[in-house]
């Protein structure tokens, strides 16, 4: 279209000044002709010059732009841009999203003058809404984890680490996300028919099977109950430990296995009333203290346990076999604190045999 325009005004140009020619213009009239002609021919071309620059400049455009993933903090190009909600984003490498742990729970307080039916009725609102908003963190969760894949996948197209070089390791806060999110995953079909049967039931039935509960569905009442059962049963196990001599390194080494399956509540508390421990216990003590290890190690090099929220905090002692209900926060940061000392001191196989000992010891 530009190019059909610039003939047109040539040609207007080129009659103008035939016409001069043909009626004898004079000197300035047909200079004035000529001086328009150039004036229309430089407009023309300057403005098909910006034309093409500007069309240029849009072909060249990239399409992406670079987006900052929350869990490792690398800089990836998408094609289209990524708004992640500061809520649920996270903030640094420790912390995984807050929306991997049970939400605030508001209950209502029942007035003097309410009647009871207005009372059960909020309580049962305040419920439903609470597991509302933990069912949808699961959706958050699995969303966000689909966003950062590649921190365990790797870039795509990439076969295999050149040689030489490191791999790259998942942020703790990745490790968890993935943990949690498919911890909850696993549960959430058997939940979610529990939630639409029971309706504002709910909460009397999940405290009858609470590990059948997502972790962000968990009320407050039921962690408790959870964590006093855990409590229970790593005191009993330390009580069946008086007849081991501390001298008797085989009958340590006999016990052991079990003793740190219990302390750290793997398997169902039935083996224990069973006087057995669970089947695979060797291999299944090896890979949760092996977790314990890693995580250890992530926290010591993401910063150390200052970096941790106070909800995280609480959640690491709980993992590694600590009385959470008897301690505040800032005496657990301690103990979190004294703990990764102990089993980051050297590599991670001596990592592994200092828990045995913490948890042989008992002194947390």
């Known amino acids: 279209m530009n190019q059909q325009t610039g003939l047109r005004l040539m040609r207007a140009q080129h009659s103008l000044l035939r016409n001069c020619r043909s009626s004898q213009c004079g000197p300035k009239q047909t200079h004035q002709a000529a001086t328009a002609a150039v004036l229309s021919l430089r407009r023309h071309a300057s403005n098909s010059t910006a034309a093409s620059a500007a069309a240029a400049a849009k ?63 909020k309580l049962g609102k305040a419920y439903m809404a609470f597991y509302k908003t933990g069912l949808k963190a699961i959706y958050t969760n699995r969303k966000l984890l689909s966003e950062v894949n590649h921190v365990f996948q790797g870039p795509p197209g990439l076969a295999k680490q050149p040689a030489g070089s490191s791999p790259i390791a998942p942020t703790r806060a990745a490790v968890l996300l993935r943990e949690r999110t498919s911890h909850d995953l696993a549960r959430l079909p058997v939940f979610g028919v529990l939630v639409l ?42 009580w069946n430990l008086r007849h081991v001599a501390a001298d008797d390194a085989a009958g340590i080494a006999r016990v052991a296995p079990g003793h740190v399956a219990r302390s750290l509540n793997l398997g169902l508390a039935l083996w224990d009333k069973m006087g057995v421990d ?9 890979r949760a203290v092996r977790r314990i290890v890693a995580d250890d190690f992530r926290i010591r090099d993401g910063g150390g346990v200052g970096g941790l929220v106070d909800e995280e905090v609480v959640m690491a002692c709980e993992d590694r076999a600590m009385d959470v209900a008897a301690h505040d926060s800032k005496a657990l940061r301690k103990k979190l604190a004294k703990w990764i000392g102990e089993t980051t001191a050297k ?9 045995q000992t913490i948890l042989l010891r008992r002194e947390n």
Do not use: H, W
Request: hydrophobic share 35%.
């Open 59 to 121: 072909t060249s455009k990239p399409e992406t732009e670079a987006v900052i993933t929350p869990l490792d903090a690398s800089t990836v190009s998408s094609p289209k841009a990524k708004t992640f909600d500061p809520d649920v984003d996270i903030s640094a490498t420790l912390n995984p999203p807050a929306s991997t742990r049970p939400p605030p729970l508001d209950l209502p307080t029942r007035e003097p003058d309410a009647s009871m039916f207005s009372y059960y009725y």
């Open 197 to 238: 049967v029971a309706g504002e039931f709910t909460p009397l039935l999940v405290l009858l099977f609470p590990t059948l509960t997502p972790l962000t569905c968990r009320i407050p009442k039921q962690t408790a109950k959870l964590r006093e059962k855990a409590q229970r049963r790593r005191e009993a196990s330390l």
């Open 278 to 286: 669970l089947p695979f216990v060797q291999t299944r003590v090896q």
């Open 347 to 355: 590599d991670e196989a001596a990592g592994e045999a200092a828990i």
